[in-house]
T-cell receptor, first 112, second 116 residues
Framework: QKEVEQNSGPLSVPEGAIASLNCTYSDRGSQSFFWYRQYSGKSPELIMFIYSNGDKEDGRFTAQLNKASQYVSLLIRDSQPSDSATYLCAVRGSSNTGKLIFGQGTTLQVKP | SAVISQKPSRDICQRGTSLTIQCQVDSQVTMMFWYRQQPGQSLTLIATANQGSEATYESGFVIDKFPISRPNLTFSTLTVSNMSPEDSSIYLC?????????????FGPGTRLTVL
């Protein structure tokens, strides 16, 4: 079992729809959870982080964390073609090394 | 946040040679990391660059192949030694400012390496 798992996609949604990206992790003691966006040929860009169970909203983005289910998601409302990218889920586990474990990423395609 | 720059942005190298990649952060950071991202793949952590001491390498990566320096809190280098075509990849520097109790991590623009 991979430490952080994402569906590689592609996930295709029409413009204006809600895109839902999901991530599961294996380390039950994980502390911090991050979503990065990576455009083709570019480096990862931090979108959101979440530490506590529940929802965290920032503009069109909402991160959702459920530690009991070891599940974190990212919702993108009113999806735009410019949201088309690969979204990487990253988790800081229970060790004190400080390192992040990345999922393989989900490719999102927003069609006009 | 942290603004991170890397040099060079890209290079084409011959087999058997070495390349040193520089990473500069605009402010002091607690942790710096080096990642590799091969085409179509996610990020693989090479090592954690420790200030003033030897880097901590992940399984599958060794110091002889990927020597790392971190002389201060804003700068680090990664050398890819005795390169082969399999080393062709994007190498990313990352930094964690660590202020305010957060552990957010930011990435540099990457170095695209092609080995012929």
């Amino acid at each position: 079992q991979k430490e952080v798992e994402q569906n590689s996609g592609p996930l295709s949604v029409p413009e204006g729809a809600i895109a839902s990206l999901n991530c599961t992790y294996s380390d039950r003691g994980s502390q911090s959870f991050f979503w990065y966006r990576q455009y083709s040929g570019k480096s990862p860009e931090l979108i959101m982080f979440i530490y506590s169970n529940g929802d965290k909203e920032d503009g069109r983005f909402t991160a959702q964390l459920n530690k009991a289910s070891q599940y974190v998601s990212l919702l993108i409302r009113d999806s735009q073609p410019s949201d088309s990218a690969t979204y990487l889920c990253a988790v800081r586990g229970s060790s004190n090394t400080g390192k992040l474990i990345f999922g393989q990423g989900t490719t999102l395609q927003v069609k006009p | 946040s942290a603004v991170i720059s890397q040099k060079p942005s890209r290079d084409i190298c011959q087999r058997g040679t070495s390349l040193t990649i520089q990473c500069q952060v605009d402010s002091q950071v607690t942790m710096m990391f080096w990642y590799r991202q091969q085409p179509g793949q996610s990020l693989t952590l090479i090592a954690t660059a420790n200030q003033g001491s030897e880097a901590t390498y992940e399984s599958g990566f060794v110091i002889d192949k990927f020597p790392i320096s971190r002389p201060n809190l804003t700068f680090s280098t990664l050398t890819v030694s005795n390169m082969s075509p399999e080393d062709s990849s994007i190498y990313l520097c990352s930094a964690r400012p660590g202020s305010g109790g957060t552990d957010t991590q930011y990435f540099g623009p990457g170095t695209r390496l092609t080995v012929l």
